[in-house]
């Protein structure tokens, strides 16, 4: 079978791999089918992921069909469609003992530091399969791992419930991270970025409020989105200094701030305004079986859209010319797919 190698950044070579012919009493083989380009694979493309050695066969998000299973499997069969979390846990530390395995002290995450689904077919154990209903199509499956993300990070927050939310940064991510905001019952949710073209499509998938802060100053975008209520939720997913710079600015006094961006370079924060300002600071590392569930469920629910979100596909043998193609679109481009 094919496998695609990321042996150092930028470079993704293929070799011939041996399909997997055995499979454990509670193992899954998996036929991979769609695999999402997602933004911690681009800096992992630049060399700038920091915690990603090489080589490193990636893929993190996906969607496949059940090829076969194991004789003691019983959640899912040949044929179906499914999809798994990603996080090799220790299942023994305090994290894992808490159910916080998201968090697990050593966790490895396939595609990053353990290898990732890049190939035609890919063994996971039951326990992590979370099986895809037949009404949603393979992409909508493979946008089921971003999406928990947005699931988890939306429940960070001391609330959200009847709040005024700000998300910055309007990619996959954050456009996710807005719609859960918005079905978790935010008053009002406003998404900013640099790209007219990031911002059309939140407006496509239902969010109305929108701010290019190259055009408008993030203050005064506020101000005319939420008037004198200003908002208690502010969301950093664009993993840039000047981003949490402005949320943590003028977010209301007692807010919270959750950081869902990756970091190129280590951001500051000052320490006595947050201090002083009593704001909430929560992180938010990826998610857990309950958030990819919940994914699903509003996905196949019509209550989060995706078909916006996906710019273009490309065949497995092209892998390399799709990274080369979201660096030429750069913020025009949204969710690339590589098909198997």
Known sequence: MRQAIMTSPGVIEYREIPKPESLGSKEVLLKIERIGVCGSDIHVFHGEHPATPYPVVQGHEYSATVHSVGEHVRRVQ???????????????????????YNACQELKVQGFQAPGVAQDFFVVPEERIIPIPDSMSLDQGA?????????????????IT???VVVSGAGTIGNLVAQFARARGAAKVLITDVSDYRLGIARECGIDGVLNVTEIPFEEGVK????????????????VQPSLDALMAHVEKGGDIVILGVYSENPTVNMYFLGE??????????????????AVKMI??????????ISKHFSFESY?????????????????MIDL
């Open 78 to 100: 040949a044929g179906m469609k499914a999809t798994a979390w990603p996080q090799l846990v220790c299942g023994k530390c305090g994290p894992c003992l808490r159910g916080q």
């Open 143 to 159: 946008l089921v791992e971003p999406a928990a993300v947005g699931a988890h990070s939306t429940g960070r927050t001391t609330g």
């Open 162 to 164: 009847g709040k005024n």
């Open 224 to 239: 005319t989105f939420f008037g004198s209520e200003g908002f208690q939720v502010g969301f950093e997913a664009a993993g």
């Open 277 to 294: 300002h009593e704001l909430n600071l929560f992180g938010s590392m990826m998610y857990r079986k309950e958030d990819y569930e919940e």
């Open 300 to 309: 196949d629910s019509g209550k989060i859209i995706t078909t916006p979100l």
């Open 320 to 336: 390399l010319e799709a990274y080369q193609y979201i660096e030429k679109q750069g913020k025009l481009t949204m969710k690339v």
